[in-house]
């Protein structure tokens, strides 16, 4: 699967010098002519959430990103049983190519998630256990994921509750709980209390409602969670006055991840606007819960697959810098030994707090001017927003620190066939990306670097990072997290919820939870702008310096933008 590259045909060279925009398609979508291209096209529409697609339209002339390539790829595959690698998809990403190629390739070996065998043991999945073993070492640490929303309107809370009961019934980790028997955990699913009841926190009376609000929920945010006796999920209420409140959700990160959060505001919607009623909501059926996922799991790490993608990570990661050291931030010393899985289970971006140091958080923005133009140079060559962004910070990073071999932690959804879309539960993993621009002088070179390393990731994201630490057993550093300290996200915009109604429902910013990373880079694909939030770690570095390094990343978009060639390194490293 291949076609010449974007660049060379939109800028009649190949030196990159010269990147022109393709342009837009002003025929009518063509239509599909096979079965398969008809079942491909279906697909497409349904992740990109637009109708006018053809069979010859580019993915990513249609504003695909990488986190779309993954869902068309895991869709196909479950579909299909063919397997199709990242950088396949990225050189012909045509419904008609990806038809052609379903048809000329056999079935994978890659199982999809099934029910568990009645008589499968209650194995914890592999996070699950890390996360476990984490809280032995710490007991008492608040790892939890949290989300919050403002409701304005004439809230019915009897309604709320009941719609959150029924989500608590349907998906089995609000109910789980790890107890430990002769040393080991198992996960135990306990039966739905009929006395539950939606807790209710009155600040109506407080002279600054929305700060008392703030205050109780960050108390409840950060309060720790029992595993071996639970509860791990909680739900609050706060009311300010009778047409406003704040819903807000905790849960240990054992049992949720921040992909659970956006799927359990949809599932609330829908719940609330049917009155409660299970029935009338239409909500899909589950055809299997978190526990087949974690007995799936352990048999998918015994496979030749996870060897083969453990080999990968062995070869991409030797000889990677065991730390960014940047000059901003003390550092401390370095310990003996190697790390090992309680080491590695920093938070990874998704949100869980920890046992780090306290937070602070920034924010720019690429006005819809740079956003446009960026998007138009990843159409021209052949990759992504993300892609962009992980070449700039790690340019950035490179200019601050003198290093130029820079190692980046990248998010990435477990939720990948039917069976586990709809799931509440923990999901996610982290890909370590190497980004080793020793070679590298332009941004058109750092951007080519950029889409093979994070194509290569994708290619073998089923290991958890856990196994990929123990692979490459890196030096262990006290309080630091293995192989990476930065973590990069890029995220599509906030579409969890249709409303609650009458009521008017709008997300509300969570507090910055303790983390042992350096900072979180999280850009989210907008349709105008793309805003830019930095996460970091206030006991090592300051707003102005994190400021600084939004400004610089902005800085070098807009000017790859005007010109791929643009420098990305002088001589000397920057001090800022």
């Excluded at 994708?458 to 990072?465: E, K, M, R, S």
Aim: charged letters at 25%; aromatic letters at 6%; proline letters at 7%.
């Amino acid at each position: 699967m291949a076609h010449p590259s974007r660049a060379e045909a939109a800028s009649g060279s190949d030196d990159g010098a010269e990147i022109g925009v393709l342009p837009r398609r002003s025929a009518p979508p063509t239509p599909p002519r096979t079965p398969d291209e008809e079942a491909i096209l279906t697909i497409w529409r349904e992740v990109l959430e637009r109708p006018d697609i053809g069979v010859l339209d580019d993915f990513f002339d249609l504003d695909g990103n990488s986190m779309h390539a993954i869902k068309v790829i895991s869709r196909i595959r479950e579909a299909y049983g063919v397997s199709i690698r990242a950088i396949d998809f990225f050189e012909s990403p045509t419904v008609a190519a990806l038809a052609a190629f379903v048809a000329a390739n056999a079935p994978s070996e890659r199982a999809v998630v099934r029910p568990r065998r009645p008589d499968a043991e209650p194995v914890l999945s592999f996070d699950q256990h890390r996360l476990w073993l984490v809280d032995q070492l710490v007991p008492g640490g608040a790892y939890n994921v949290h989300g919050r929303r403002r409701l304005l309107g004439p809230l019915r809370v009897a309604v709320l509750e009941t719609s959150i009961r029924e989500i608590m019934r349907r998906h089995e980790t609000l109910r789980t709980r790890f107890p430990d028997i002769d040393g080991e955990p198992l996960q135990v699913v306990d039966d739905l209390d009929e006395e539950w009841r939606l807790r209710v926190v009155d600040v109506s009376d407080a002279d600054d409602q929305v700060r008392a609000a703030e205050r109780v929920l960050d108390e409840d945010a950060m309060a720790s969670c029992d595993l071996a006796q639970g509860p791990l999920f909680r739900a609050l209420l706060v009311r300010l006055s009778d047409t406003d409140h704040v819903l807000g959700i905790t849960a240990h990160h054992t049992v949720c991840d921040n992909g659970s959060v956006a799927l359990f505001v949809k599932e609330l919607s829908a719940l609330y606007r049917a009155d409660g009623d299970p029935r009338e909501a239409d909500l899909p059926p589950l055809p299997i819960q978190y526990r087949d996922f974690a007995v799936w799991q352990r048999e998918l790490l015994a496979s030749d697959t996870v060897a083969r993608q453990l080999d990968y990570w062995g070869e991409h990661l030797a000889g990677a810098p065991a730390e960014l050291t940047l000059p901003v931030a003390e550092r401390p010393a370095a310990v003996n030994g190697s790390a090992d899985s309680a080491d590695s289970a920093g938070d990874g971006g998704d949100g869980g707090s920890g046992s780090g140091g306290g937070g602070g958080r920034v924010r720019s923005a690429l006005p819809a001017a740079e956003a446009t133009a960026l998007r138009e140079l990843c159409r021209a060559t052949d990759t992504t927003v993300f892609m962009a962004l992980l070449a700039a910070l790690t340019a950035v990073l490179g200019r601050w620190s003198g290093q130029r071999d820079v190692v980046v932690g990248v998010p990435i959804t477990g939720r990948l066939d039917a069976g586990t879309r709809g799931l509440i539960g923990l999901f996610f993993n982290t890909l370590p990306i190497r980004m080793d621009l020793r070679d590298t002088t332009t941004f058109a070179e750092a951007l080519t670097r950029a889409r093979e390393s994070a194509l290569g990731g994708y290619g073998n994201a089923d290991v958890p990072l856990d196994l990929v630490v123990r692979r490459v057993r890196p030096p262990r550093i006290a309080d630091r997290t293995p192989l990476f300290q930065v973590v990069l996200n890029v995220v599509d915009s906030d579409r969890s919820s249709n409303g609650l109604g009458d009521i008017d429902d709008e997300p509300m910013d969570s507090p910055v939870m303790p983390s042992k990373l350096d900072f979180v880079l999280t850009g989210k694909e907008l349709d105008g702008e793309i805003p830019l939030e930095l996460e970091f770690d206030a006991d090592r570095y300051d707003e102005a310096r994190m400021l600084l390094l939004l400004d610089e990343v902005r800085a070098l978009l807009r000017a790859a933008c005007a010109d791929p060639a643009t420098a990305v390194f002088d001589d000397q490293p920057h001090h800022p």
